[in-house]
């Protein structure tokens, strides 16, 4: 049986049909109070999707599925344990003698009746029936109205964010056991992070799980999906998370948003990964109108990414999520379903994306540019340049993502550790304050703090030396937050190793070199930086062409002076420090057509007490920072005495 399935999956069958799959049996999962998760959900999307279907002229190329099964349990157990299937099977169950006369039971935000366990296997068996369909080839391609949704399922004990068994995710793992399907793409669009599926895959190298979502931080539900995590060590960069920080100030991604991510970096990452099949989950609400996502993609925004993947892999099974205002949801799902149906639709191709939008996606970008080859390539590093300015031209490192300039300042938006420390530099309250008030003056000049965007305006410190050389130098042996992830420790680790860091005590974090006219004849950042700059020769090398900026014959011995003596004091002070300074960096720019040059202490995403520091508690002060200080004024001073 297995092999006339296998031989069946690989007949080439030109089939144009797509499947449409809903079932009224869905709408069993009910609750007995107001709730955005309930059946007019689905029924409003089959309604519109019929209602289209009646006046379509091709409608023969559609095939409904409306009548399922339970699933089989066996299909459950290749996501969930049988505790917490038992769980959800005997949650109406009579206790001993005692009856359960409940009728609905609530588990904090999710609910479940009496019918909601076998509604939820039916909604599991109709979507691996779409699989079935896609994989025998019977089908192009499926759309999937289901509820309960699920990608919040799978890593909690108990059903929660409105998910009793993750679909998409058994879909997955069926389509692998049943079909030896090797590589699969989640794609999930839903405004909340798949917290639930990008745990069962975390450590699956051959399924690429995509989720780009609201994340404002942190704060935003499920407070998951941070681009930081990409995989687990055996599935490194097959975890990929875009992640939105809306601000309070009416930037709102929309279609521009999600068009500029997938371009520039979602398609290009599964076109590489080139994908057997193609799982959608599909949320609604990070469609305008939703009252919960409050993010205003368009039904042409979810059709767009449906066409882009479609035309990297044609078997696309696409699953409903959220989407909690019935009009908004239906029209989304009808886009889709129209997309998948294969009408044509005219796409605006002149977007706009916002400062939030484009700092997300470069965030993610940064993360996983040392893996996906495409993401480095020319086309796509000018499509970014042509919606970020000249900020790649200006800034080195991994702080593109983080910056917008405007002339004389920029706004760099922060992480919560950095948002905090800039923010209780001036507190006379905080025990730390004399010491602040010493280490200011070796930091770029702060302007303005805004706690609803996370960021900070501060000087721009290109300003005036547009024409210059940056060298942009991560301080310490370590890099790494010693209480943070033992992942980010491993790479951190690897960076070092790479780069000769333990024995320097720093690494470059990005590099660029201008000649005689101002133009770009060296550009590295990030892992280019420090691949190429090994040991120290190399490492005085390039600090001495810094210093030696627009060609000049000698090295500036001004801006020697001055940097060697501005290191020197900023390393007076630390000694007397009763805190650690973790992935801080010295930025210095030489610009010797304009005869002028900067140097500052910058980045404080990991500022902690001496005694925080697990691997290292009785410090008395930072010398992990200090140790990379001296070095550096060593070679400083080397390069000033030839």
């Not at 799902?333 to 796409?347: D, Y």
Request: charge should be negative; hydrophobic fraction near 35%.
């Amino acid at each position: 049986m297995q092999q006339i399935q296998e031989e069946l999956a690989n007949l080439k069958l030109d089939t144009n049909i797509t499947g449409f799959i809903h079932c009224e049996d869905f709408d069993q999962h009910f609750s007995n109070k107001d709730h955005p998760e309930n059946p007019k959900r689905t029924q409003s999307i089959d309604k519109t999707i019929q209602n289209y279907l009646s006046q379509y002229d091709g409608r023969l190329q559609v095939e409904q599925l409306s009548n399922f099964k339970k699933c089989n349990i066996e299909y459950l157990r290749l996501v969930y344990d049988q505790e917490y299937i038992d769980f959800v099977e005997g949650l109406f169950d009579d206790i001993g003698d005692q009856k359960n006369t409940k009728q609905v039971m609530y588990l904090s935000d999710t609910y479940l009746c009496k019918t909601s366990p076998q509604t939820a296997r039916k909604c599991v068996q109709a979507v691996l029936e779409g699989v079935d369909k896609i994989l025998t080839n019977q089908w192009r391609n499926a759309f999937c109205s289901v509820r309960p949704p699920g990608h919040h399922s799978g890593h909690k004990p108990k059903p929660t964010g409105f998910c009793v068994y993750n679909n998409v995710a058994i879909a997955a793992k069926y389509a692998r056991q049943k079909y030896n399907v090797k590589k699969i793409v989640i794609f999930d669009w839903d405004v909340h992070h798949c917290d639930g599926t990008e745990q069962v895959f975390f450590d699956d190298p051959d399924t690429l799980v995509i989720s780009i979502h609201r994340f404002d931080h942190g704060d935003f539900y499920p407070r998951s999906g941070d681009p930081e995590k990409i995989g687990g060590a055996n599935a490194e960069f097959k975890n990929v998370n875009v992640g939105w920080n809306v601000p309070s100030d009416g930037n709102i991604p929309g279609y521009d948003d999600y068009v500029y991510a997938f371009d520039r970096l979602l398609g290009p990452i599964v076109k590489e990964f080139r994908p057997d099949f193609i799982i959608i989950s599909a949320g609604y609400d990070s469609a305008k109108g939703d009252p919960l996502g409050c993010i205003e993609n368009t039904p042409e925004g979810y059709q767009y990414m449906t066409e882009q993947l479609q035309q990297i892999c044609p078997k696309v099974l696409a699953v409903l999520e959220g989407g909690y205002n019935y009009d908004v949801t239906a029209a989304c799902a009808l886009a889709t379903f129209k997309q998948l149906m294969g009408v044509p639709q005219q796409f605006n191709n002149d977007i706009q994306p916002c400062k939030c939008g484009i700092s997300a996606v470069t965030t993610t970008v940064d993360k996983h540019k040392e893996f996906w080859t495409c993401l480095s390539s020319q086309q796509l590093t000018e499509y970014q340049k042509k919606y970020i300015g000249q900020v790649a031209d200006l800034i080195s490192g991994g702080h593109l993502q983080s910056f917008q300039i405007k002339k004389d300042i920029i706004i760099k938006t922060t992480k919560k550790g950095e948002f905090q420390f800039y923010s209780t530099l001036n507190d006379k309250s905080n025990p730390f304050y004399e010491e602040n008030q010493r280490l200011i003056r070796f930091m770029p000049k702060l302007i303005s703090l805004d706690e609803n965007a996370c960021s900070i305006t501060m000087e721009n410190l290109t300003y005036g030396l547009e024409n210059g050389s940056i060298i942009d130098l991560k301080i310490g042996y370590k890099t790494y937050n010693p209480n943070g992830s033992a992942l980010k420790r491993e790479k951190e680790i690897k960076k070092a190793i790479q780069c000769d860091q333990k024995y320097m005590g720093f690494r470059v974090a990005g590099i660029k070199i201008r000649d005689q006219i101002g133009a770009l004849t060296v550009n590295k950042n990030g892992s280019e930086a420090y691949k190429w700059i090994k040991n120290d020769k190399q490492m005085r090398d390039i600090i001495e062409q810094v210093f030696r900026s627009n060609l000049i014959e000698e090295p500036n011995k001004e801006a020697l002076k001055g940097c060697i003596q501005f290191i020197q004091e900023l390393i007076e002070v630390l000694q007397t420090c009763k805190r650690m300074f973790r992935n801080t960096s010295i930025l210095i720019i030489v610009d010797n057509l304009s005869q002028q040059y900067r140097i500052r202490w910058i980045d404080f995403n990991y500022v902690m007490n001496l005694s925080d520091d697990c691997e290292n508690p009785n410090a008395e002060m930072d010398n992990n920072v200090i140790g990379g200080l001296k070095y550096l004024n060593s070679m400083l001073r080397q390069i000033e005495s030839k």
